[in-house]
């Protein structure tokens, strides 16, 4: 198969591309299924979760279907219109796992300066969000309004602006399609519910003014959310 290896600090963007270009060639029929990511992975020369990261990209672009426990299948594209943009969602969005590690740098540090410098109202918002968390999701409903208030609340006990609209991008790319793909494909009410304890820990380091042991929290947070998103397809919830 002619697939050309790749550098490993190219990521979704690059393999979707060329994926896109040997299913176009007919490299990969109509109704074919995609080798598996270990497969492409290991042929690309990059990391798995970035093959998946393509995937589900050329996915919402309408090229392939997941079928969960099954595969990835060639899509017929005979009778869409219009035609994709030239680059596709692959383009235009920043890949979901690398928002993840962005985070885990940058709010990191929001953690541990909040801990250091924040206030009791800011403390008490933290408190606020985590409390709508449990409540939302013993509704058992998604508790993404809540995360992203708690999130928030950390990062406004910087008082730092910049830092503020930085949280508040990383928020906004979750409304990307590919992310919101992955979202539907990885995250279940009881992943939410081992995350809210992940919170609780954040929290609970602030709280105490651990600069140290709320970035290390936070970290955890941050890689166990990798993780999740890094699972087996089989742990997915049927599409």
């Not at 969960?68 to 035609?83: E, K, M």
């Not at 680059?87 to 885990?104: H, K, T, V």
């Not at 279940?188 to 992940?198: D, H, N, R, Y």
Request: aromatic letters at 6%; charged letters at 30%; proline letters at 5%.
């Amino acid at each position: 198969m002619p697939i050309q290896t790749l550098e490993p600090q190219r990521l979704y963007r690059q393999i979707a591309e060329q994926l896109r270009e040997l299913i176009g060639k007919g490299e990969f029929a109509v109704g074919a299924r995609i080798p598996a990511e270990r497969d492409l992975a290991r042929q690309l020369g990059v990391s798995r979760p970035s093959v998946r990261e393509a995937l589900i990209a050329l996915e919402v672009e309408g090229w392939v279907e997941v079928r969960t426990g099954s595969g990835v299948y060639v899509l017929d594209r005979s009778q869409r219109t219009p035609p994709p943009p030239a680059n596709g969602a692959a383009g235009i969005e920043w890949g979901p796992l690398e928002i993840i590690r962005a985070r885990r740098m940058v709010e990191g540090e929001t953690a541990a300066t909040a801990a250091q410098y924040g206030k009791r109202k800011d403390v008490d918002a933290m408190r606020r969000a985590i409390r709508m968390m449990r409540e939302l999701a013993a509704r058992n409903e998604v508790p993404h309004e809540g995360d992203r208030a708690f999130h928030l609340a950390i990062v406004n006990a910087c008082d730092n602006v910049v830092l503020t609209e930085t949280v508040q991008g990383f928020w906004e790319s979750r409304h990307g399609p590919i992310f919101a793909r992955m979202i539907d494909y990885f995250e279940t009410m009881e992943s939410w519910q081992v995350a809210i304890g992940e919170h609780e820990l954040i929290l609970e380091a602030i709280a105490s003014r651990d600069p140290a042991a709320a970035r290390s929290a936070m970290h955890e947070h941050m890689d166990k959310f990798h993780q999740r998103f890094s699972a087996s397809w089989r742990r997915t919830k049927a599409s």
